[in-house]
């Protein structure tokens, strides 16, 4: 088994900033690769930002320019950089590493 545990998530202002982390634990040998997805209230679970192993990223149109993925294999923790922040982005944030999902972690963007 593997566990995930995102942070980083609470309530900022349209313009601001925030720095998602998701820490795997258990049967892992790297956090080579992964994905976070985001959920907003009413609507279907969308793909944001994914890394693969090889460290090619790719991006969800709606946060390219903004958001950056990025992982520390050292420390088995992906991230998920937010910058430039808008309501529209408010939603549940999940980290994704295969068949393993994390608990997810509340952003809420204020107007």
């Known amino acids: 088994q593997v566990q995930l545990v995102e942070s980083g998530g609470g309530l900022v202002q349209a313009g601001g900033s925030l720095r998602l982390s998701c820490a795997a634990s258990?049967?892992?040998?790297?956090?080579?690769?992964g994905s976070w997805y985001r959920q907003a209230p009413g609507k279907q679970r969308e793909l944001v930002a994914v890394i693969t192993s090889g460290g090619s990223t790719n991006y969800a149109d709606s946060v390219k320019g903004r958001f950056t993925i990025s992982r520390d294999n050292a420390k088995n923790t992906m991230y998920l950089q937010m910058n430039s922040l808008k309501p529209e982005d408010t939603a549940v944030y999940y980290c994704?590493?295969?068949?393993?999902w994390g608990q997810g972690t509340q952003v809420t963007v204020s107007s």
């Open positions: 994704n590493h295969f068949d393993f």
């Open positions: 258990g049967r892992i040998f790297r956090f080579n690769a």
